[in-house]
């Protein structure tokens, strides 16, 4: 199914990541933590399909996304973070991506945080937020997607490092074995991972190192 809709809004939600917000066709659907390929409704671009997340309420009068632009590629997103208000896309049905499935830590590394976005925003609707936990990975300081709001969500479990900033007002460490040891109290619990692959890989096998459990462990596949 391909369905065309209007660009509505549109803005900056950092220095490099744009917040669109979309036509939601009627009865379109999705679940928390699921995506859909789009493509720019243009003739250079329109067979040209790249997934992403929807980071809305399955009930918004809308459909959104955050996608980080990448202009040095010249890409799809470069393409992205030229269009306006009216400019149209190509929309496709949702996919299975990230489910959740109980209470948790959520792991993220740069844009790997938008599968989490619907998911955290359901929570604090449905007041389930509580006993998860976010661990959230950026370069700098304002790299970081949405930290007001993931502050206003998770209060104190929302737990942001840096890796590329000595002044950072976040925490310098690295997300690996020793920071998990002393920020994780219950490996049984869930873990949702997302970011970069060779960080997803290298959790993968300290968390069950640790001993979380393969059945615990959700990926974006």
Request: aromatic share 10%.
């Amino acid at each position: 199914m391909e369905t065309i809709v209007k660009v509505i809004s549109t803005e900056y939600v950092t220095h490099n990541v744009r917040q669109f917000r979309l036509e939601k066709p009627p009865g379109f659907t999705f679940s928390p933590g699921q995506a859909t390929e789009l493509s720019i409704n243009t003739e250079a671009w329109r067979d040209k399909k790249n997934p992403f997340t929807f980071t809305c309420l399955t009930d918004a009068p809308y459909l959104e996304f955050v996608i980080k632009i990448y202009p040095e590629r010249q890409g799809v997103t470069d393409q992205l973070g030229k269009l306006n208000v009216g400019d149209t896309l190509i929309l496709r049905e949702a996919w299975g991506a990230i489910e959740y499935k109980g209470p948790g830590y959520f792991i993220a590394g740069g844009a790997g945080i938008t599968p989490f976005i619907a998911i955290l925003r359901t929570l604090k609707r449905d007041g389930k937020v509580a006993d998860n936990k976010l661990f959230f990975s950026n370069k700098t300081d304002r790299d970081v997607i949405l930290e007001i709001e993931l502050k206003s969500i998770l209060g104190e479990n929302a737990h942001f490092t840096i890796s590329r900033q000595v002044d950072s007002k976040h925490d310098r460490r690295r997300i690996d074995e020793q920071f998990l040891k002393s920020e994780v109290s219950d490996f049984k619990k869930h873990f949702y991972i997302c970011g970069p692959d060779p960080m997803v890989m290298e959790l993968r096998e300290t968390l069950e190192k640790l001993g979380a459990t393969t059945d615990a462990l959700v990926f974006e596949k």
